[in-house]
C-alpha cells in the first residue's frame, strides 16, 4: 500500500550572508509534500515536528566558511535545521517506533526524515512541558549545566554575574548559581527582563547595560569586591568591563558572544593583560562535547523543576510562518527568555 | 665595636611614568653609605648584592597604580628592588649565617638591608654558574615549569608556540617542550635570536616577527595544522594572530604581554570567539603563587642542567652604572637571553 502523501511546509535558507540576518534570509515554501514512511530498507525515522527551537549560533550557519566552523554551514535552497522536539511516524530505526516522542536536530518544517536518527535523544519525562526539551531540557539547559559546574568550579558564596541572563542559558545558570548559595547579578536588555531576574529568577541584583553609559562603573556598583565566575553569553564591550573587575582565581566561562555576531569585525577586547595579573582563566566550550552528561543533567535537574526550585520562561511563536522572525528577534533581544517555535502541539 | 661603614651606590627610582620607560627614570646614587652590621635586636640579614635580575614585570611597578596591583610599585626616592643573587654579610634572623648564598628580592645597591629574610631562598647548589639563580635557576625557571607543565598541561606530539621565545622565560619552554617530545616553534625579534632558538636551544622552526607583514600567514606556514600550546609573553596583534591558530582545545598559558605594557591603551583583541569556537582555554598566571613548587622544580632541572639537556643564554650587563640601560633594553628587545646585571663577581 502506497504511503500517505501530506503537504509538507518549510523553511528554507536563501543564501549565505554578512552582517545582520534578516527574515528574508529565508524563505516559507508551501508546495512541498512528503510520503509519511521511510524509504524501503532505510534506518531512517520521519518525525512530525512539534517545537523547534531557535539559538544564538544559528547565525553562523547562515555564513559561508572556507574552513569547516564549528556547526555545520546551512545549504542555500535546503531547509533550515534546529534542534527541536518531534514525533516519530515511521522508523526503519530499531531503537525508534511510530509514537516515540525525540528531541534532537531536525528541520524547520512539518515533518522531517532524519537520516542519522543516533542523533536523536528518546525523551524520557513527560510529565513537564514537551516544549521544555527546546531549551530547559535540551541544549540550553546541557550548556547551563556544565558550562557552570564543570567550566566555572563554583564554590559557596562566590560572586557570580551573567549577562544576557533571562536568555535560555543565563536564566538557568543563575538559578544555579543562587542553588549553589552564590551572590548573583545579571545583565539583560530590557527592564522587564531585568524584573524578571530579579522576581521571577531570584537573581540578587540585575541590571539593563542599555541604560549604563559605563559598564564598568555599573559592575563596580553590584561588585565592589569583584567578580569571581562570569558566565559570558555577550562579549566585546562587557568581557572588556568585566576582565577590569574580576578576583583573583577568577574563571570566565565562555558560551558565546552574541554582540559581535553580527559585526564584520568583532570589537577589540583591551584589557586581557588582567589574565596574568589576577590569574584568571577565561575557557571556552561547546554543549556538544559534552553529550555524555546529559543523562546526569535530567536526572538532578528533575526533581528541581518538579518541587519549583527551577523555573523557567520561554517565549513562544506560533506557526513556522513565524520561525523567521523569531530567529532575527534573538538578535535584536525581542524574545523574553528562550525562543521556539511550535510547529504542532500533538 | 662599631659596624665598618662601607659606600653603598644604589639606583634609585625616580617618579612614577607613563609610557615608554627611560634610563632617566632611574638615577645612580654614589653618596650613600651603608653599616656592615643589621641593627641591634633586628631580624633582618644585611646582604652583599651579586647579581641582579631585571625582568618586564618591573615596567608595573614604575606606574602608579589606585589600587594594589600584582607587584608593589616602586617608590619614587627609593632604590629599585628586583629579584637577585645576594651573600649574607651579617645576619640578625637565625635560619641565615654570614657567607650564605641566597636568591630573592632585594635592591639595586651594592649592599641591602633585607628586613623580610624569609623571602630570601638559601642556594642549594653552587656547581653552575650563581647567576643561574637570577634567571633559569630563579624565577623565570620556575615560571618556564608551572607555565609550561601544569597550566599548558603538554602532551607528547602537541604542537607548541613561544612568543619571545629566546627570552629568559621563552628559552626554557621550548627546552621543556622538546624533552616532552612536542613540535615547538619560537617568534623573536631578530635573525641572531632566531639563529639561537634553532641552533642552541633546539626548537624545530623559529621566525623573526618583525619581518611578516601578516602573523596569522607565518602562524599557519609553520602550523598548517594549526597550535595546541601557546605560551603567551608578548599579546596584542600576536595573540590575536595565534587566536585564529588554535586547535580544538588548544590552551593559551598567559606568562605576560611585554608588547603592551608601555602603551597607553592596550591593543584590542578581536579573535575571542574562537575561545568557544574552538573551545580553548586561556589561563593567566603568577609565578608568586608557585613558591612552593620551587625544590621540586629544582631537583627536577639539576640533572638535565648538569647533562647538558638544558642549556640557558644570559646577557650580561657590568656594573650597577648599566643596570638602567640593560631594564630599558628589555623593552626595546636589545636583550639575547635573559637580562642581569653583575654588581660583584664574589
Redesign the interface.
Known amino acids: 500500500m502506497a504511503a500517505a502523501v501530506m503537504p509538507n511546509k518549510k523553511v528554507v535558507f536563501k543564501n549565505y550572508i554578512t552582517g545582520f540576518p534578516k527574515e528574508t534570509d529565508m524563505e516559507l515554501v508551501t508546495s512541498d509534500t512528503v510520503p509519511l514512511k521511510v524509504p524501503e530498507k532505510s534506518t531512517a525515522v520521519l518525525v512530525k515536528n512539534l517545537y523547534l527551537s531557535c539559538d544564538p549560533y544559528m547565525r553562523f550557519c547562515m555564513s559561508k566558511h572556507e574552513e569547516p566552523?564549528?556547526v555545520p554551514d546551512f545549504i542555500p535552497g535546503s531547509v533550515i535545521t534546529s534542534f527541536g522536539v518531534s514525533k516519530v511516524v515511521d522508523s526503519g530505526h530499531p531503537d525508534f517506533s511510530a509514537g516515540d516522542l525525540v528531541w534532537g536536530l531536525t528541520g524547520w518544517e512539518e515533518y522531517s526524515l532524519i537520516t542519522n536518527p543516533e542523533s536523536l535523544s528518546k525523551i524520557k519525562y513527560t510529565d513537564v512541558p514537551l516544549s521544555y526539551y527546546t531549551g530547559l531540557l535540551g541544549m540550553a539547559g546541557l550548556t547551563a549545566y556544565v558550562g557552570f559546574y564543570e567550566i566555572c568550579a563554583p564554590k559557596k558564596g562566590e560572586y557570580v554575574f551573567v549577562s544576557a541572563a533571562s536568555g535560555a542559558v543565563g536564566q538557568l545558570v543563575g538559578q544555579f548559581a543562587k542553588l549553589m548559595g552564590c551572590y548573583v547579578v545579571g545583565s539583560a536588555g530590557s527592564d522587564e527582563k531585568v524584573n524578571l531576574l530579579k522576581n521571577k529568577f531570584g537573581f540578587d541584583e540585575a541590571f539593563n547595560y542599555k541604560k549604563e553609559s559605563d559598564l564598568n562603573a555599573a559592575l563596580k556598583r553590584y561588585f565592589p569586591d569583584g567578580i569571581d565566575i562570569y558566565f559570558e553569553n555577550v562579549?566585546g564591550a562587557m568581557?572588556d568591563a568585566v576582565l577590569m573587575n574580576m578576583r583573583i582565581h577568577g574563571r570566565i566561562a565562555?558560551?558565546?558572544?552574541i554582540s559581535?555576531y553580527n559585526l564584520e569585525?568583532?570589537?577589540?577586547?583591551?584589557?586581557?593583560?588582567?589574565?596574568?595579573?589576577?590569574?584568571?582563566?577565561?575557557?571556552?566550550?561547546?554543549v556538544s562535547?559534552y553529550h555524555h552528561k546529559y543523562d546526569e543533567f535530567v536526572e538532578k535537574i528533575m526533581p528541581d523543576i518538579r518541587e519549583g526550585r527551577i523555573t523557567y520562561v520561554e517565549d513562544t511563536a506560533e506557526g513556522l510562518e513565524n520561525a523567521p522572525a523569531a530567529l532575527i528577534g534573538l538578535f535584536k533581544g525581542l524574545n523574553v527568555g528562550k525562543q521556539l517555535v511550535v510547529v504542532a502541539h500533538e
Chains 1, 2 share one sequence.
Open positions: 566552523s564549528f562579549g568581557l565562555a558560551c558565546g558572544m559581535q569585525k568583532p570589537e577589540g577586547v583591551h584589557n586581557l593583560m588582567y589574565t596574568f595579573m589576577k590569574q584568571i582563566r577565561i575557557e571556552g566550550f561547546l562535547y
